[in-house]
């Protein structure tokens, strides 16, 4: 089959709808538009039981129950209301929380506003590989801990944490713990109860759903877990989160969950195998790349290279048919240096040189073939124009 441009590698940005969940949700939009929250009449009762119908297939791909499921607009909204309104819900137990230094800034913001109304946030380190040592995290639970926030999967590393035995711990000593899981839910199998999970935010956009739609996991359980809504209005969604459901959105993240409970396993192994290509097509085509992240212990869709000498912006202009991402914040306005390549211990050149590749669903192994080559040309050629990189050559040589 012919390439098609641009080649889109960037799939921990954001996924494209399958075909089959906007074919799914369509109806939604058009003859299907009822208010679920309309109960006197069809209209309302075909939308509710399409919402219903999604929280099912959602909370199968967790193995939690339907009501541990409450919509939100995005991972960014559903982890915003854990954070907050765990800590708005429990401050008077005690006002500390723990969570790591590589989280998305959806954590790493909420956490620096809640500190700012005089909560205590330790923000743990990890190791070259990304990883968070749950021993630390043990040691640092006090009395005061209301909350565990650690992220399942990295979105620029792909290094997945020790969430079961995180998980374990949390639950040992009574302190709750929530998960990001934004890159990991439909990428690796996910049981909540099986990890001792107690809130889990997930979204859709990120494995082939629409976007403005997520999801936030509650566990019921006693005694029940308090959290104290951040938007008020109408009382939707047990009310902790007020407003009119996103019916399409919903029915898209659902049907996106049972295509991945179904398709996951083969499409693992197949992003893996396409993933492993790509790094060792490059690795013994090139040398001085560095791999970012864990060597195994990472999601199979994940590659993170920093190519020495040459500045990842640079080669990203250099093949602009090919859509990638740099070690540089995601946030979109800032330009700041990434903070989790930061954390992992590399130096500002590998953290300037870095990209990320994504691997989705529907990439082919030509594109892969193709991304091999013209990487290889692109920092061949940046490094044979590089004063630095030929100088760091000569230094090694002597
Ligand atoms: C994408 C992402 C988010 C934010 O999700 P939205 O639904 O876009 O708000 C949070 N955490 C991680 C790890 C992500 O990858």
């Known amino acids: 089959m012919a390439l098609r441009f641009p080649i889109y590698l960037d799939n921990h940005a954001t996924t494209p709808v399958d075909p089959r969940v906007l074919e799914a949700m369509l109806p939604y939009f058009t003859e299907k538009f ?37 919509f939100t607009s995005g991972a960014t909204e559903s982890i915003n209301l854990a954070l907050k309104g765990i800590a708005l819900a429990y401050a008077e137990k005690g006002k500390h929380i ?33 990883v968070v040592d749950p021993d630390e995290i043990k040691k640092r639970i ?34 709750l713990f929530h998960t990001d ?8 199998p996910i049981d909540v109860q099986k990890l001792n999970i107690d809130l889990m935010s997930v979204s859709a956009h990120k494995l082939y759903g629409p976007k403005g739609i997520g999801a936030l996991f509650i566990k019921r359980k006693t005694p029940k877990i308090k959290i104290v809504p951040i ?14 459901l996103n019916v399409p959105g919903i ?30 097509g490059i690795m013994n085509k090139l040398e001085d790349v560095y791999l970012n992240g864990h060597p195994t212990q990472r999601l199979p869709n994940n590659l993170n290279l920093s190519f020495y000498g040459v500045e990842s912006e640079a080669i990203l202009m250099g093949m602009k048919e090919v859509a990638l991402s740099t070690g540089s914040a995601c946030s979109s306005a800032s330009v700041e240096k990434s903070h989790v390549l930061k954390a992992i211990g590399l130096n500002d050149d590998l953290i300037s040189s870095a990209i990320r590749f994504g691997i989705g669903r529907f990439n082919t192994e030509e594109e892969i073939d193709y991304v091999i080559n013209r990487i290889v040309e692109v920092v061949n050629h940046l490094r044979s124009i590089s004063p630095k990189y030929k100088l760091k050559k000569e230094i090694t040589k002597l």
């Not at 723990?98 to 330790?122: S, V």
């Not at 650690?150 to 949390?170: D, H, L, R, S």
């Not at 899981?181 to 690796?188: E, N, P, T």
């Not at 049907?255 to 693992?268: D, P, R, S, T, W």
């Open 34 to 70: 009822g208010n679920p929250a309309s109960r006197q009449h069809q209209f309302g009762w075909e939308a509710e039981s399409a919402v219903e119908l999604a929280r099912k297939q959602i909370a199968e791909l967790i193995n939690a129950n339907p009501r541990e499921i409450i």
């Open 142 to 175: 006090t009395s005061e801990t209301i909350l565990v926030s650690v992220m399942f999967a990295n979105n620029e590393i792909g290094t997945i944490e020790p969430i079961e035995e995180i998980g374990k711990i949390c639950s040992e000593m009574n302190v």
């Open 98 to 130: 723990i969570t790591t230094q590589i989280e998305h800034k959806a954590t790493l913001d909420t956490c620096k506003r809640l500190e700012k109304i005089g909560f205590k946030i330790d923000y743990l380190p990890v190791d070259k590989y990304g």
């Open 181 to 188: 899981a934004a890159q990991a839910l439909g990428k690796v």
């Open 251 to 280: 029915v898209g993240f659902g049907k996106a969950c049972e295509i991945a409970k179904l398709e996951m396993k083969n499409e693992a192994e197949r992003t893996k195998y396409l993933r492993d290509k790509l790094q060792n």
């Open 231 to 244: 938007i008020d209005g109408g009382g939707h969604e047990n009310g902790l989160r007020s407003g009119t």
